[in-house]
């Protein structure tokens, strides 16, 4: 029995002559989806399946279909004569135009049952000739195959050994989806030995030495996997100690390693090839000099064996040594194999004669990540989920490895320069800091942070740019935005959509044992970047900034300029600037009456209701009323449009507990309940108690100007405390106030028992408020019945991506990250806000 080996992503195509059992084979060996038939393409295109003529038209689609099927990853069959070699190149270059192996099975019969075969069929009606002239053709593709780029290669010659053939699917040596890590990816070594001994040690690595005291293998106790991304040789002291090391921790399978260009380089040296000694090549060529001579046979040998690059865990991982575009993870081809050796340029040289490498990380968009080398970096920097981890250890730098998945970055320090380099390591950037490019914000965005990573869809960010673009704050202001939030679960108390029990229950389901209830503002989110200085500072002239949760100016001027005056008095009142050592702080507030901002949304949306309402239903009761008295019954009509009115009537109430008239700043007040930032500082993991006392400071400079929050502080395992804050929150909400927001008391940082982010805050809204939002009947039975179904997924799941954006940018902006970096991450958080999730949740 013949075992046909063919990869599991790869384009067959079957070989044969009329009647040698094509379509049979191809049926019993493959799903009818994978197989393209060019009988049943020649039928799509004219009709008839035997039309000679339409053969060019049908050959033309299958090889689009061909192509369709490749590009999504998708096994292919073909099934035709394939005895031309005009037919088998277009196979070939379709293939290759995909990165996939081209793969040819060859099915030979004797030419009189071919014969035999073909006269039974009533749709075959050429002559024995024709037949004559395929089994010629047959023979010639012999040796041809192989040459004309098929890399594999299977013949069978009889109907028997044809019967017994068995299809063994077989996955490329770069597919190791099942190795699960976890991962110590290490960066280029360029012969650094004992860097790397160092490394690995720091890494929690044990080595194994031989005789002679030399490191032969490592091993780790919590059986991790060393991956090494190329270039361990040339240029350093010891290339033969480096690879001794790894070629016995992937012999011993404790370690992969994928190629780097220097190791093809050396491999061509040693296979006897004309290569241009430079680089560093001299060096190993001298080091290798002095081992045995076998050495020098087992680096070839193993160099030879390298795969181009590795996917791993289940696709989320692949690692090449200069990157690799998403289209061409998981593929085989000369052109695959060449951008993972040595990436893309652009044709241009730099001022040190070096070529310009393409930015292709930048559209990077995959799913994947990718993590390589090659290009030397001061430091690891990730964009669009890759990192390049190449720190120039060989030029005096550091070299670096990078744990999967924790995405923690370790690094030990060369113990010299051991090569000059021809560009500085610490050469100027690209661009400066401070220079925004459209590219760094348009398109799909793949966006990965210390607190996860998310992808944001083209139509989300074209959204967010029309926002920034024509509407929002200086750039170089905009340094945080704040997130949505989720409501609590939903109650299934009677008359209520949301209670407290249900967000103390979220929270208990997490893991919190200690929550703040804070007073819920009904006004309009403020987030206020105030300055010591009101003719400047680190973010450009002026006072500071006022915008909104979209990041437009608030009020614009001289309103903004006014309230910035206020703050910052307060904050010099209350002490700040000296207790934090600031000159500039970062307030998260709430600025009350919510009709100063919104009365005209409040006229046109709620107010016109409410008029309609009290104009219509006290019409319509009077004439019920005299219906009633003509003797109708109209009785229970009555009581519906009655209850009506009454819902009319408090919903009317409660937008107007909202509304008192202003002038300017007259009749505004600010509800700071967080002190985000400060100089090089993020204050996200201060706990609540921390912020509010702050906030509390600043209402005691100016009582007139910020309003307090209220807010108890509930310890979950208390059942008396759990009952006191549910009996404050029906107080508030009676006395007209919107609601609460339940927060970890832990701070805006904190995270669950199982080390994931929590919800920075859960809002629970009053039955009253929630009249505004639902509409004024609301409360009706069916419906509140209806309403209880609602879904809340979606909205957790947005309110948790822009929280973790958001610390993402405050940890940026105190760590001194160049202004594109942030500005990514705000920029993030304004395109999640254009997802579709009912906006009444």
């Known amino acids: ?113 071919a014969w035999a075969r073909t006269e039974a069929r009533a749709d075959r009606t050429f002559g024995r000739q024709v037949l004559a002239r395929m089994s010629r053709d047959l023979r010639r593709t012999y040796s041809q195959l192989a040459r004309e780029g098929f890399r594999k290669v299977h013949v069978l010659r009889g109907v028997d050994e044809i ?29 650094c030995r004992a860097e790397l001994e160092s490394l690995l040690g720091r890494l929690g690595w044990q080595l194994h030495r031989d005789e002679a005291g030399r490191a032969v293998d490592a091993t780790h106790p919590a059986g991790r996997t060393a991956v090494f991304v190329g270039d361990l040789v040339d240029r350093g002291p010891d290339s033969p100690g480096v690879l001794r090391l790894v070629m016995g921790m992937v012999a011993a399978g404790h370690a992969l390693c994928v190629p780097g260009n220097h190791e093809q380089k050396l491999l061509r040296k040693l296979r006897g090839r004309n290569v241009k000694v430079a680089h560093g090549l001299a060096e190993t060529l001298e080091q290798l000099a002095a081992e045995p001579d076998d050495f020098s046979t087992e680096v ?77 970096t001061p430091e690891p920097e990730w964009v669009n989920n890759t990192i390049c981890i190449d720190t120039g250890c060989v030029f005096g730098g550091r070299l670096t490895a990078l744990r999967y998945p924790e995405r923690e970055l ?36 793949h966006v990965e942070h210390p607190y996860g990573s998310l992808t944001v869809p083209a139509e989300n960010t074209a959204a967010a740019l029309e926002v920034m673009s024509r509407f929002a704050v200086d750039p170089r202001w905009l340094v945080w935005l704040p997130p949505t939030m989720a409501p609590c679960s939903t109650s299934k108390l009677d008359g209520y959509l949301e209670h407290p029990a249900e967000a103390f229950a979220d929270y208990r389901a997490a893991g919190v044992d200690r929550v703040v209830c804070e007073e819920k503002h009904m006004g309009s989110r403020a987030v206020v970047l105030v300055y010591r200085d009101a003719d400047g500072g680190p973010f450009g002239p002026g006072g500071g900034v006022v915008h909104t949760r979209t990041g437009r100016p608030f009020f614009g001027a001289p309103l903004d300029t006014e309230l910035l005056a206020r703050v910052r008095t307060a904050v010099s009142a209350a002490g700040l600037w000296e207790e934090l050592d600031t000159d500039w702080l970062l307030l998260d507030c709430e600025l009350l009456p919510w009709s100063a901002k919104a009365g005209g949304l409040i006229r046109e949306q709620y107010a016109s209701v409410g008029a309609a309402g009290r104009a219509a239903l006290p019409a319509a009761l009077a004439a019920l009323d005299a219906a009633a008295a003509r003797g109708l019954d109209v009785g229970v009509l009555r009581d519906r449009v009655a209850g009506q009115r009454a819902d009319l009537l408090a919903y009317t109430a409660a937008y107007r507990a909202y509304v008192r008239p202003t002038d300017g700043l007259r009749g505004v007040t600010l509800a700071p309940f967080a002190v985000l930032a400060g100089r090089k500082a993020s204050y996200a993991d201060r706990d609540h108690g921390w912020h509010l006392a702050l906030a509390d400071r600043l209402c005691a400079a100016d009582p007139e100007f910020f309003t307090v929050t209220r807010r108890q502080v509930v310890d979950l395992s208390d059942t008396e405390a759990v009952r006191e804050a549910t009996d404050w929150w029906l107080a508030l909400t009676a006395d007209g106030g919107e609601g609460m927001v339940v927060k970890p008391y832990a701070g805006p940082a904190a995270r669950s028992d199982r080390g994931s982010l929590l919800q920075p805050g859960i809002k629970c809204r009053g039955r009253e408020y929630l009249r505004i939002i639902y509409g004024p009947s609301y409360t009706e039975p069916a419906r509140l019945a209806a309403l209880r179904g609602r879904s809340l997924g979606r909205k957790r799941g947005l309110a948790l991506r822009e929280h973790g954006l958001g610390l993402a940018a405050l940890d940026a902006l105190a760590d001194g990250a160049p202004l594109w970096r942030r500005h990514e991450l705000v920029f993030a958080i304004l395109a999640c806000e254009s997802e579709p999730v009912d906006p009444r949740l």
């Open 1 to 113: 029995m013949a075992v046909l080996d063919v990869p599991e992503l790869a384009l067959v195509a079957l070989v044969g002559v009329s009647g040698s059992g094509k379509s049979t084979f191809a049926r019993r060996h493959f799903t009818p989806s994978q197989v393209l038939s060019s009988d049943a393409f020649r039928a799509m295109v004219a009709d008839d399946e035997n039309d000679q003529s339409a053969s060019a038209d049908a050959f033309d689609a299958l090889h689009y279909v061909a192509g369709k099927r490749l590009r999504a990853g998708r096994l292919t069959v073909v099934d035709a004569t394939n005895l031309q070699p005009h037919a088998r190149a277009a196979l070939v270059r379709v293939a290759r135009e995909h990165d996939v192996l081209p793969v040819a099975i060859v099915l030979d019969v004797p030419e009189a049952l």
């Open 163 to 191: 019967d017994a053939a068995q299809i063994r699917v077989e996955r490329l040596f770069n597919d190791r989806r099942e190795l699960t890590g976890p991962f110590d990816i290490v960066g280029d070594v360029h012969g």
């Open 300 to 376: 070839a040998t193993f160099v030879d064996g390298l795969v181009s690059h590795y996917v791993l865990d289940g696709g989320r991982l692949v690692v090449a040594h200069a990157g690799l575009k998403e289209e061409y993870q998981g593929r085989a081809s000369g052109r695959v194999r060449a951008f993972a050796l040595y990436g893309e340029t652009t044709g241009e040289t730099d001022e040190y004669g070096l070529p310009v490498r393409y930015p292709w990380a930048r559209e990077y968009r995959g799913s994947a990540t990718v993590v390589y080398g090659h290009t030397p």
């Open 410 to 445: 370790v690094a030990v320090p060369a113990e010299r320069e051991w090569y000059a380099p021809v560009r500085p390591l610490t050469a100027a950037p690209a661009r400066p800091d401070e220079v925004l490019e459209l590219t760094d914000v348009v398109g799909r965005r």
